[in-house]
């Protein structure tokens, strides 16, 4: 029931991207972007959808910026496949942006996603108030950048060539800006929206940023094997700490499933209105991709 509401949610943003991407003048760079824009579970979109309905925003409204925080994530994948970040040629089984076009259009196809996700937020439909507005976008551009994603990114290229690998605390901090940044924002967008407090979703989002990723270590090790062979090797070479690492296979599905526990206790002011966050937070320690 939860994949089945999680697909229509995507199906919904999916049309609506393709509506904005529509009104962009045709070029390689658009087209690419609407490439980028493809598949994916739209988890973070989810979040937003999800967290506005606890305030009784409208899916009218909460579209927007679920859409944008889509636009953001997929410029952070573009460039992070290049050449000089993690050199990948596939993502969701399809060529990458630089493989499919070339290195140049990738950047310039990001640097428009990044763009884009701000006209989204700032849409007026988004929500009448500007102040509320402008705030999405503020709080946007903090989780982002050289305070969130981008610093995770950072902090992640670093640890390839560090003398030693990254403790459990430090992959932590490495996370919480990579991962969990954007997660964090989306979790919030709902009560952002309504100008309510955003305390009880920022904890649940921490604990399902750190849960998320840790899942991934999990599935490196028991996913695809061909694909769990490559990125073992790659950080194996680069001397990587993960949570698998550090914390063993037990280990690290004990923490996680921990840490879902803790994003549905975030979530207790919320009643049962809060049930579809509390699913969604299961599904991802579960999701086998």
């Known amino acids: 029931m939860f994949r089945a509401a999680l697909e229509a949610n995507a199906a919904h943003v999916q049309a609506h991207l393709d509506q904005q991407l529509a009104l962009l003048e045709t070029s390689e760079v658009a087209k690419a972007m609407a490439y980028s824009l493809q598949g994916g579970k739209r988890l973070r979109a989810f979040l937003v959808m999800q967290s506005a309905a606890l305030f009784d925003i409208g899916p009218s409204q909460a579209i927007w910026p679920a859409c944008a925080i889509e636009a953001v994530h997929a410029y952070s994948l573009v460039h992070d496949d290049l050449p000089c970040m993690d050199d990948d040629d596939l993502r969701r089984g399809k060529p990458t942006v630089h493989k499919a076009w070339d290195q140049a259009t990738a950047v310039l196809a990001g640097d428009a996603l990044h763009a884009f996700g701000f006209e989204l937020s700032l849409n007026p439909q988004a929500s009448p108030d500007p102040a509320i507005r402008a705030d999405l976008a503020l709080s946007l551009a903090q989780a982002g950048g050289a305070g969130g994603m981008v610093l995770g990114q950072a902090l992640d290229i670093a640890a390839e060539t560090a003398a030693q690998p990254l ?40 604990a399902i940023g750190l849960a998320f990723q840790i899942a991934d270590d ?4 028991e996913g695809d094997p061909e694909k769990a062979g490559k990125r073992l090797q790659k950080d194996e070479a680069a001397g990587k700490a993960t949570f698998v690492t550090l914390l063993g296979l037990d280990g690290a599905k004990r923490r996680a499933k921990a840490l879902v526990a803790n994003a549905c206790d975030a979530l207790a002011p919320f009643g049962s209105e809060a049930n579809s966050l509390q699913r969604c937070a299961e599904f991802i320690i579960a999701r086998d991709n």
């Not at 967008?189 to 921490?206: K, Q, S």
């Open 218 to 221: 999990i599935l490196d090790i």
């Open 167 to 206: 403790t459990l605390e430090e992959i932590i901090t490495l996370q919480q800006g990579k991962t969990g940044a954007l997660i964090a924002w989306s979790a919030e967008a709902g009560a952002r929206l309504a100008a309510a407090d955003i305390a009880p979703l920022t904890a649940y989002a921490r």
